[in-house]
DNA sequence: GATAAGTACATCAGTTTGATTTAGAATGGT
DNA sequence: ACCATTCTAAATCAAACTGATGTACTTATC
């Protein structure tokens, strides 16, 4: 299943031109902390200074920016700061997770407005699943109070792999039933939104870059850890999908460090009882909170276990790290909150220790500034990417 | 040593995207084997009929394309092919290698029209290494009897890591003295044309996507063998050289890798006689030849030395590509001649029986369709990319 | 004459250039 | 202390410019 990748590259025009810049300008001033003034616009994104007027003029008249109060100089008129207006527009996240679904409405600084969860449903019929879904983010932006119009889209985020072109998922491991169900243009025609979808790692990784622990790094690896584990990569500040969209799995890692073959092993060591054995999605990731508490209160063979594990992802990221030139590689998914003081003290000398750490420039590790919802604000962030972030990419012709 | 990487994108403007369109045009005409008329060029690149006439007229009179022949229809009026000109522009390619400096002159399509070879020099006094690089330039532009104004200018492929900013080689392993000599900078001011500076295996994996095995793929891996190995990474149709331009190096698999461990391993284990420890960075190559020869003919222990490198080269090939989500690997480099036929019946199965091949989509290995030189063959493509090739990066304002 | 390829010309959209207006601080005289 | 003047940098206005597009026209072959 490849993608059919256009063989030659498509040309641009003007309409698109104006649609970048624009995209530039309010890229700039939401990433700038206090805002920006026009001058510094300017300067920042190499436009003349006419030209972000205009451009401004339009993002205030839409309610994209708002002007927030002066900054004066030694002398001269003051600079009028611009700064986005978070309830210029907002976007919606769905996260597809085997255990559970959540619905989120993000705000332009993506901000969280308004949550849902609900279980995951089994697909036993795939037109009342995806009525039930279409049903609950109508209740979602109902429950909101966010006016239709100010909404950009719908981002779904799944575990991968995906098939980008169907927009479904493929042989979900953990999601039986869900494949083959055209999630994408069956939400689109329910809601009337536009919907983009991705894998879910890699909707995380937008998410840190828009409003996490990236938002000044346009090279670093994103680590997610959940029912399954696997990587977003962003390099010179474009997010690796691949040729077939499915970039960032995890090749020999994968297998043996999943949430269930951790608890596995500690079952089979006789750590956890086997009545902790996972039947469900849900049950491994209790099961392994259950191995994180033993390792906590001092039970060394929980430790070397979840060591072990720690020691394999370390290896793996510094690997990876080292192959794209990361500067900044993250942690996060629902379980790191739990791991993150266990194996941030084993991964960080891993990858002090490895051999273009230091040589070429330093690399930080940092665990996720969000939280459990990483992934249905990565769906969100999705749309948000999309629309209004200034990729080059967007300027090609359709 | 990082770089300043701007912190916001910058905006584009009008002549930005007559030079990216026309370089789009150029680049479909070039990557069609037979040319193409100017309604399928419109059709391609999405460009109006009018926009590609009008570009198509420009590439005539700068002589970088030429009417070759109509393809008649069944009625109305034939199509005007067009093709691209090999001698309308060249480029020259420096390969500094540990053992031996290559140039090469490049014609668009890529062809070698004149090459030279010289021993690396020690670096006793820079300024008269540069002269004597610089006179060799001079030379070789000289004996190929192009007229100066047709170079496109100077590309230069030193092994890793480099300091792009610096435009020179950092703590190169094998190339002790050229640290700290700013090639780039000076060779453009000695020469007089502009000069990039890559590392060498990135420079390879784009002669790979120009002309040679990678033409048709926007996703690849290359790996590259020779003194050093590295790999160089295309993922959607653009290089990566992450956030200090050293994406490529190989974590843990490099150490165990180089010819030199190999060679050792090889004289630790009685394969080779102690007589064969490589003292200069050529002995090295040879000193393998050696290994290789004697696996040829059927000693065992030099067999299983190449195998378990052949195996360890693989897992790493295809959890990289696995991560980037490649369809092609191609393997190169000075060595990679002597080493196919032996490398690829091991690492085959290796990344057929990876995870996601097969799940997602089929992965092909190959050799170079490139030799020797493709070091230096991708430095000359290094000033062809970066000039003629259409990259959405280069709409970006300065 | 029919058909498809390619071109001339006017139009349109978005950026740029240079001149102009605007808002506040600094100056200096009373 | 007060106030008009001057200065400076920010922001905008108006006109020019550039490159893509749509429509109508010409060209070349069957």
Redesign the interface.
């Known amino acids: 299943?490849?993608i059919d990748?256009?063989?030659?590259?498509?040309?641009?025009?003007?309409p698109r031109?104006g649609d970048?810049?624009e995209s530039?300008?309010l890229?700039?001033i939401r990433?700038a902390p206090d805002g920006l003034s026009r001058v510094e616009l300017a300067a920042?994104?190499?436009?003349s200074a006419q030209?972000v007027s205009n451009i401004c003029r339009r993002l205030l008249d839409r309610g994209l920016v708002v002007e927030a109060g002066k900054k004066g100089g030694r002398v001269g008129k003051p600079r009028t700061v611009l700064q986005v207006s978070p309830g210029g527009s907002f976007a919606i996240g769905v996260h597809l997770d085997p255990a559970v679904v959540t619905y989120v409405v993000l705000d332009l600084i993506g901000g969280v407005v308004h949550s849902m969860r609900q279980p995951t449903p089994q697909v036993v019929d795939q037109a009342e699943t995806l009525a039930d879904m279409s049903t609950a983010v109508q209740r979602l932006v109902d429950e909101s109070g966010i006016p239709r119009e100010r909404i950009l889209g719908l981002g779904v985020a799944v575990p991968g792999?995906i098939d980008p072109v169907a927009g479904a998922v493929?042989?979900p491991p953990q999601l039986a039933g869900w494949e083959r169900v055209p999630l994408r243009d069956q939400l689109s025609l329910a809601t009337g939104w536009p919907v983009v979808m991705d894998k879910d790692v890699i909707a995380a990784a937008i998410a840190e870059r828009w409003a996490g622990a990236a938002v000044?790094s346009?090279?670093f690896l994103f680590f997610y850890l959940g029912t399954g584990s696997g990587?977003g990569?962003v390099?010179?500040?474009?997010v690796?999908?691949?040729?077939?969209?499915?970039?960032?799995?995890?090749?020999?890692?994968?297998?043996n460090c999943t949430t269930y073959a951790l608890v596995e092993e500690a079952i089979e060591r006789g750590v956890l009882g086997r009545e902790k054995a996972p039947v469900g999605p849900g049950e491994a990731e209790r099961s392994l909170l259950d191995l994180v508490a033993l390792a906590d209160a001092g039970d060394s063979s929980a430790r070397s276990i979840i060591d072990g594990w720690a020691r394999r992802v370390g290896?793996g990221v510094?690997?990876?790290a080292?192959?794209?030139?990361?500067?900044l590689i993250v942690f996060g998914g629902p379980i790191w909150p739990h791991l993150g003081r266990l194996f941030l003290p084993v991964i960080n000398p891993i990858v002090a220790a490895?051999?273009?750490v230091g040589?070429?420039?330093?690399t930080a590790v940092t665990g996720t500034a969000l939280g459990d919802d990483v992934g249905a604000v990565g769906a969100a962030c999705l749309v948000l990417d999309q629309t209004l972030s200034?990729r080059?990419?967007s300027?090609?012709?359709?």
């Open positions: 299943m490849t990748q256009p063989t030659v590259r498509r040309g641009t025009n003007l031109v970048f810049n530039v300008v890229d700039a990433r920042a994104t190499g436009l030209t792999p493929v042989e000044h346009g090279n990587m990569v390099v010179n500040d474009v690796l999908r691949g040729v077939s969209g499915n970039a960032g799995e995890i090749g020999g890692l994968d297998a290896l510094s690997a990876a080292t192959l794209v030139d990361s500067e490895s051999p273009f040589k070429m420039h330093e200034a080059p990419q300027l090609l012709l359709a």
